[in-house]
């Protein structure tokens, strides 16, 4: 499946495969996902059922990677994330602490934990981490 610019018609696509991950407001989550997909910042697949998951990158910031349930399990998270790769040099990410399998997810495709937060800056004040790609070098003196 080819990731594609995710157009007006698809965002009622995009807010279920949304919702099955997240409890958000309705109204918050629709008004941003128009302005977002607007602006060409999301990236979808599709099955044969619809939009099947989709990426959002503002600049190098990915700000989500989301996959319906019943796609995942089939490469979609991996061809989402990789497309950001191929059009970014560069990206980072916040990841719930909690986020224990999307934290080892984007280890095994070259993140790395750059710093942690308490949470103080995201809508659930969970503690999170930023990740970024590729992995930040050390100078050595």
């Not at 495969?17 to 302005?35: A, E, F, T």
């Not at 990236?43 to 910031?61: I, K, N, T, W």
């Not at 984007?106 to 790609?133: Q, S």
């Amino acid at each position: 499946m080819t990731p594609f610019p995710a157009r007006l018609w698809h965002v009622p696509g995009l807010l279920e495969v949304l919702w099955r991950h997240r409890n958000g407001h309705w109204w918050d989550d629709l008004r941003i996902m128009l302005r977002v997909t607007r602006q060409g910042c999301v990236r979808a697949v599709a099955d044969g059922a619809g939009v099947a998951g989709f990426s959002l990158c503002r600049g190098a910031e990915l700000h989500a990677l989301y996959v319906h349930p019943r796609a995942q399990g089939r490469g979609l998270g991996r061809v989402l994330l990789q497309d950001a790769q191929d059009q970014h040099e560069r990206l980072n990410l916040w990841v719930a602490e909690e986020n224990t399998g999307g934290r080892r997810f984007y280890c095994r495709h070259g993140f790395a934990e750059k710093t942690r937060a308490d949470g103080a800056r995201n809508d659930e004040g969970r503690p999170e981490i930023l990740m970024v790609w590729p992995p930040e070098r050390r100078v050595e003196t």
